[in-house]
Structure formats: C-alpha cells, structure tokens
C-alpha cells in the first residue's frame, strides 16, 4: 500500500470519526428508525434466513433493532467475535443480548462459553460496519482488515450500515479492500453492482 493512499484513508477516517462522534442523539435515533423501516421492506432481509450483523458501538448505527427484528421474523442471527492476537473473526449464533460481553477490543460479543460456531458459508446477508462508503461499494474500515477477510469466506449479500455523511464520492481502497453489494442508510438502500 502506497504512503499517499494510507495517509488518504488515515484522513478520511478521522473526518469521519469527527462528523459522527458530532451526530447529535435526537437526529440518530431518527436515522436508525428510516434505515430498520427500509431494512424490514426490502427483499433481500425478508428473504434471507441467516443473518450475520455486528454489535454496534456508541456512535454507530444501533444494531439491536434489526438483531430483534431479525429475531422476530425467524431468522438465525450471527455476530462477529474477534479472536485475541489475531486479525481473525469467529462467528456465533445469538439467541438473546444477556449472552454479551466485552470481548478482545471492548466491543460486546457472546462470552465464550455460549458461544456457538457458525460458517461464514452459511450467510445469506451480512450487515457491516465501516468509518466511510462509497457509491461504487467502496469501504474504509477501521483499518485492521477483520472483515475484508472473513467477507472472502462468504458468499452472503454484503450491506453496509452508515449515515448519509458517511457515503462519499469516493473513498480510498486497494486491492485488498473488499466492495460491498449495497449501503443501507436513512435515506434507503443504495445497491452496487460489483
């Protein structure tokens, strides 16, 4: 990876770090709200029966919604576990919130004795965090490469989750960068052709 392109998304990353730490309560909660009503109409959610979703941190889009959604329509949930001293995620199904806890990086995570293994093959939609999107698929992560490995396990549809500041003409990538397929955000759902 070239000096120019990590300086372009150490950039990009922190303006938008900024913009959404600066996201006000009030006009979040309504964000979250548009984007689980276009999630619930769209075909590809009502269809899929296994999801795989990430547990949301303060200033990310609130997953618990669509998680209990999900939950409510009869479909399998999985969520990510960061495996310490790695860069490698192991997958469990999640039956209820009382089975999280912070786990390698602080975010929350099924503790590891109710863990239940789940292969990535057997995704049909997998619902993703990011820093910045753009309308080409393009991700900026959060620049460890946890998800750009696993979504190279998968063959599950790949949705971004963002605010519409968070979709940019264009974001930086390389090669390694895995695209997405769409980009689900309070303004409905912006899909990709790869």
Known sequence: MSKQLLLDKKETRQTALLQ????SATKKTLAEQRMLKFLQSWDVFRQAETIHIFISKTDEPN???????AWESGKTVAVPCVVPDTFELFHSQLNTFKDLSPGALGVLEPSPEVRIAMNPESFDLVIIPGVAFDHLGGRLGYGKGYYDRFLEQTGAFRLALAFDFQVLVKVPT???????NGILTESGIIEVNN
């Open 174 to 180: 390389d090669k390694h960068d895995v695209p997405m």
């Open 63 to 69: 997953t618990s919604p669509i998680i209990e959604s």
């Open 20 to 23: 959404r730490q600066a996201f």
